[in-house]
């Protein structure tokens, strides 16, 4: 079993920026891939960035050059760094880890960015 746990969702104005952290705990395969998704009222969730254990990196074409992930391998964190913010980023962030035996979610954190 894996737990996540997503932080650092808030209110910020557009051209703002957040940085979320998500910290995993429990049987953690030290090959596995994380990354983020994002799902906005009414929008199906969708992924927006990743990354695997070798630090290989992808992202969404909507926050691809805004956004950055990252990740600290010795504390089993990934991090989202989010910059020039848009109204449209306005979602729940949830944070993914994906294992051998499947994949495990974080319940979320609430990022809203007003214009």
């Known amino acids: 079993q894996v737990q996540l746990v997503e932080s650092g969702g808030g209110l910020v104005q557009a051209g703002g920026s957040l940085r979320l952290s998500c910290a995993a705990s429990?049987?953690?395969?030290?090959?596995?891939?994380m990354g983020w998704y994002r799902q906005a009222p009414g929008n199906e969730r969708e992924l927006i960035a990743a990354?695997?254990?070798?630090?290989?990196?992808t992202y969404a074409d909507s926050v691809k050059g805004r956004f950055t992930i990252s990740r600290d391998g010795t504390k089993n964190t990934v991090y989202l760094q989010m910059n020039s913010l848009k109204s449209e980023d306005t979602a729940v962030y949830y944070c993914?880890?994906?294992?051998?035996?499947?994949?495990?979610w974080g319940k979320g954190t609430l990022v809203t960015v007003s214009s």
């Open positions: 990354i695997t254990s070798g630090f290989r990196t």
């Open positions: 429990g049987s953690i395969f030290s090959g596995n891939a």
């Open positions: 993914y880890c994906n294992q051998p035996e499947g994949d495990y």
